[in-house]
């Protein structure tokens, strides 16, 4: 029995050796640079979650002992992820004497036989059979994709003749930014939710993206960067946030547009009627400003996706809608369940124990008697499949050279349908979050279950694999928030503080080689959101593989405080002005960020005090500008604003992103961090400065958007490295190297104050 622990007991130094021989971090740096060290209650608990006992001296030492052992248990390893143009060496267990070959059944049906290596092995005895260990290589030629490793082992005293077989995953070394992007690539953020028409049922939705992508995409744009479309709950209250989703593989059928679904061509008149009855529920709230309404959009949308489906499909549809199905297999289908438990039962702690195990007898009865309501909201899943299928092809046809950049939300509900549906795959008994920082001193707890390293191993990354295709289905770029998460994430057992968490590695080189192998196959380029506290090796790591780190301008400084000089940027990122979390630049440069702050009591400091900081802030980026001869001396708020994005642009970022609020000049912030109900986090609707709705139709006349991407387009064309639709540079060197530097051509410096010396 595990003996009672205190909650600051220091881990003795076996129980940091167990941890550490499982990727639990027995040390981190804290905010105030100072080494700290989890508890020992901590430990036993996080590595519990992992499956090791390490309550008592005895179990500890049991525990260590099985560390080295465990491996030889194996005859392959649970999964190999490689990357291409390497040679992998991969240990293979056999009994000591007994013959074996390995060799590997590629995707293409073809086989390859690997070499053994001269790289002998001391034998271990093996719950009593002595077992030896041999090492074959992979090659580093071969072809990239989902293969196959098999070992044939010959007869022996100890065995009889059998094989084992383990998934390989062939990774790319590097992903290249695609031709159709050119060496650098412009386009627009936007919250989807927010952007509406006036045939909007009170919610951005698949048809306001098609639109607005086809808009940006004549301005020249190369993509359109939108919140995650992740599910939420499919009844009772729909969770605001994005970013806290029940699952990541699937969409949230609110943003359906049900008019565009082909069966509504052929309902009957009284069919047609209830439809446009449920639209005119919500159409009104499309021109208010008010925060919106998400559980009376869905209810009015669910009431008329209800006739629809009703209503039938052709034959030909019916086949479509069963193909789609066959392709997201069982993954779709326990999601369309969960979705059909969760309509009649409610949230998951209201379900009958009975049904809290998805692969149980009572869970497969409850499926049998739903099958219809499976039906439907695996039907949902085709339809807004379809739509932002359609979107992505009008984005592209309107020359985007990326297209829709989706979203990928860090975790999901405790209480989703991921966690219900697989729940080994998460680590029990622990939330993820953030240790103690200057803005969150208690440190953060996202109540969101992290995925078990181990599990994932297990199961050659199958839960990353399979959110990976779904997401890149119709998408030609990703953005992946808290992209720190594949290298390591702090765990914070169950009833502990936030701060009395652990850091827990993840194998980030075969975690990088999954992500990357799927983009690689979707031909979509992946952008990490590397802000905050992220070690220079996490990113140069990532920058060595293709992957496009993220820059925010008020975040980017010197060591002395004053704005990073725009050729001090990195190359392959993807630079913006601000970021949802900040309000638009027009609110900020009025320090709105100060004011809702102090309003909703959420400041540390005095509020005099972070005033004046804010306005050294601002004063700094203005002399900035000025310096760089972006700003005269007297300027329009509308004049900074395209200073900023004149700004970033000077700097060799592959990506630029054009926030749409700046483009219209809305002020309110979409979310206001450590708030849940005191501010309406994700729930702003597009408007301008004076508080008036901007609808999609609005948005090809709007002087002060235009105006913006003109800026945009004219620093671009001062500012060499672009190839395509804004101009070839002879003699530029690769894509993919990391020190290429596009030079702006020399401005006339535009009279103003120059910065201190040293700035």
Request: charged residues 25%; proline residues 7%; negative net charge.
């Amino acid at each position: 029995m595990t003996e009672s622990i205190a909650a600051s007991e220091p881990a003795g130094e076996r129980l940091k050796q167990l941890a550490e021989a499982h990727g639990v971090s027995t040390e981190y740096w804290d905010y105030h640079g100072n080494l700290a060290a989890p508890s020992r209650a901590t430990l036993v608990a996080v590595l519990a979650a992992l499956g090791v006992e390490a309550g008592t001296d005895e179990e500890i030492e049991t525990s260590l002992a099985q560390v080295e052992i465990t491996p030889w248990r194996r005859t392959l390893p649970p999964s190999v992820v490689a990357r291409a143009g390497e040679e992998v060496r991969v240990p293979v267990h056999v009994p000591d004497g007994a013959g074996v070959r390995v060799h590997v059944d590629l995707e293409d049906g073809s086989r390859r036989e690997l070499p053994q290596t001269d790289d002998w092995t001391l034998p271990h005895d093996v719950d009593g059979v002595l077992t030896g260990r041999a090492t074959f290589a992979l090659p580093a030629d071969l072809p990239l994709g989902w293969h196959a490793l098999v070992a044939d082992i010959d007869a022996s005293p100890a065995c009889e003749a059998h094989s084992a077989t383990t998934p390989l995953a062939v990774t790319p070394d590097r992903l290249e930014l695609p031709a159709s992007l050119g060496e650098r690539g412009w386009g627009v953020m936007a919250q989807l939710y927010s952007v509406r028409s006036r045939g909007s049922w009170g919610i951005g939705d698949a048809d306001d993206l098609t639109e607005l992508a086809s808009l940006l995409g004549d301005e020249g744009a190369d993509f359109l960067l939108i919140n995650p479309l992740h599910a939420s709950e499919p009844a009772g209250t729909m969770t605001p946030s994005p970013y806290l989703p029940v699952t990541r593989r699937f969409v949230n059928p609110i943003y359906i547009r049900p008019e565009a679904i082909a069966e509504v061509a052929r309902l009957s008149g009284p069919r047609r009627s209830l439809v446009q009855w449920a639209f005119e529920e919500v159409s009104e709230t499309d021109l208010s400003a008010d925060p919106i309404d998400r559980d009376a959009v869905w209810k009015a949308k669910r009431e008329a996706l209800e006739v629809i489906f009703a209503a039938g499909r052709s034959r030909a549809r019916q086949r479509d809608f069963e193909r789609f199905r066959a392709e997201q297999g069982e993954g779709l289908e326990r999601f369309a369940l969960w979705c059909a438990l969760s309509e009649k039962y409610g949230e998951l702690q209201d379900w009958p124990e009975t049904l809290r195990d998805a692969s149980s007898a009572f869970v497969a009865n409850e499926a049998r008697t739903l099958t219809e309501r499976i039906d439907f909201y695996a039907w949902m899943q085709w339809i807004v499949d379809e739509q932002l299928g359609r979107a992505q092809s009008e984005a592209r046809a309107s020359g985007m050279g990326l297209g829709i950049m989706g979203d990928l939300a860090v975790g999901v509900h405790p209480r989703g349908a991921d966690a219900w549906s697989d729940p080994e795959s998460f680590a029990a008994g622990i939330e993820a979050g953030a240790p103690p920082d200057m803005y969150n001193q208690l440190g953060q707890n996202w109540s969101q279950p992290p995925w078990s390293p181990t599990r994932l191993a297990e199961s050659a990354y199958a839960p990353l694999r399979d959110m990976m295709r779904t997401v890149l289905r119709h998408a030609g770029a990703l953005r992946m928030d808290h992209i720190i998460g594949l290298f390591r994430l702090w765990w914070i057992p169950r009833g502990m503080g936030a701060d009395q968490g652990a850091y827990v590695r993840y194998d980030h080189e075969a975690m990088v080689g999954v992500v990357l192998l799927e983009a690689y196959r979707a031909g979509a380029v992946i952008i990490g959101e590397d802000l905050g506290t992220v070690e220079p090796w996490v990113r140069d790591y990532l920058a060595s593989r293709g992957v496009l780190g993220t820059s925010v301008l008020w975040f980017e400084k010197q060591q002395d405080g004053w704005p990073l000089q725009p050729d001090a940027y990195r190359y392959l990122s993807l630079s913006t002005v601000n970021t949802h979390d900040l309000p638009p630049t027009a609110g900020y440069l009025a320090d709105e960020h100060v004011t809702l702050r102090e309003r909703l009591g959420l400041l540390t400091e005095p509020v005099e005090q972070v005033r004046a900081e804010a306005r050294v802030e601002r004063e700094r980026m203005l002399t900035r500008l000025r310096e760089h001869g972006l700003l005269r001396n007297d300027p329009s708020e509308r004049e900074i604003v395209e200073a900023l994005y004149r700004y970033i642009v000077r700097t060799p970022s592959a990506l630029i992103g054009i926030a749409l609020v700046d483009g219209v000049g809305e002020r309110r912030t979409q979310n206001q961090p450590g708030t849940d109900q005191e501010y309406p986090n994700w729930k702003i609707p597009l408007a301008d400065g004076s508080g008036e709705v901007v609808l999609v139709e609005d948005l090809p006349g709007n002087v002060r958007l235009s105006s913006l991407l003109a800026a945009v387009r004219d620093e671009l064309r001062h500012c060499p490295g672009r190839r395509g639709r804004h101009g070839t540079v002879p003699g530029l060197g690769p894509r993919s190297r990391d020190d290429l530097r596009p030079k702006c051509r020399p401005r006339p410096r535009r009279r103003g104050s120059c910065p201190p010396e040293g700035a």
